[in-house]
């Protein structure tokens, strides 16, 4: 089992609709997330960060975290085609250095 | 863009060599990260530095090494290349805290031949 696991995707959504990106990790002990954005050839971007249970919203993203179930996830409202990117899921736990363990990451393509 | 400076962008070497690479951390970090990150992956764990101590390591071999400097600026260090270390390196800076959050580079893509 992944450490960290994301559909690979692609996954193609229409201008202006909600984009839904999810991501499970194995381990009980992470307590912080991230997701990060990469364009194509570009390094990762830091989109949001989550720490608690919950919603956590910036803007047209929604991060959802629920520690019971060991999940993920990034909505993105009013889909842009500038958001066709890839998508990488990351946690990491106390004492292990803020050491960032990262999915495989989820494309997202918004057609118009 | 997140004032993380890495060198060089691009870079071409043949099995056997050695290179380093280089990486500026944002103003006000104190803490830089390498990670890997192969064609179709995600980021891999290099290790940390942290005072200028290497602080946490990834399953990666000693002929990776690295320094951090006073400056918090980093060096990566890659012994005996071999094809499988092509690869877009990437370094991040963060600040230490309980909060703390990784900003990345532009990377620097590596081919060795």
């Known amino acids: 089992q992944k450490e960290v696991e994301q559909n690979s995707g692609p996954l193609s959504v229409p201008e202006g609709a909600i984009a839904s990106l999810n991501c499970t990790y194995s381990d009980r002990g992470s307590q912080s997330f991230f997701w990060y954005r990469q364009y194509s050839g570009k390094s990762p971007e830091l989109i949001m960060f989550?720490?608690?249970?919950g919603d956590k919203e910036d803007g047209r993203f929604t991060a959802q975290l629920n520690k019971a179930s060991q999940y993920v996830s990034l909505l993105i409202r009013d889909s842009q085609p500038s958001d066709s990117a890839t998508y990488l899921c990351a946690v990491s736990k106390a004492g292990t250095a803020s050491k960032l363990t990262f999915g495989t990451g989820t494309r997202l393509q918004v057609t118009l | 863009e997140t004032g993380v400076t890495q060198s060089p962008t691009h870079l071409i070497k043949t099995r056997g060599q050695q290179v380093t690479l280089r990486c500026s951390s944002q103003s006000g970090h104190n803490t830089v990260s390498w990670y890997q990150q192969a064609l179709g992956q995600g980021p891999q764990f290099i290790f940390q530095y942290y005072r200028e101590e290497e602080n946490g390591r990834g399953n990666f071999p000693p002929r990776f090494s690295g320094l951090q400097f006073p400056n918090y600026s980093s060096e990566l260090n890659v012994n005996a290349l071999e094809l499988d270390d092509s690869a877009l390196y990437l370094c991040?800076?963060?600040?230490?805290?309980?909060?703390?959050?990784?900003?990345f580079g532009p990377g620097t893509r590596l081919l060795v031949l």
């Open positions: 989550i720490y608690s249970n």
């Open positions: 991040a800076s963060s600040r230490r805290g309980v909060e703390e959050t990784q900003y």
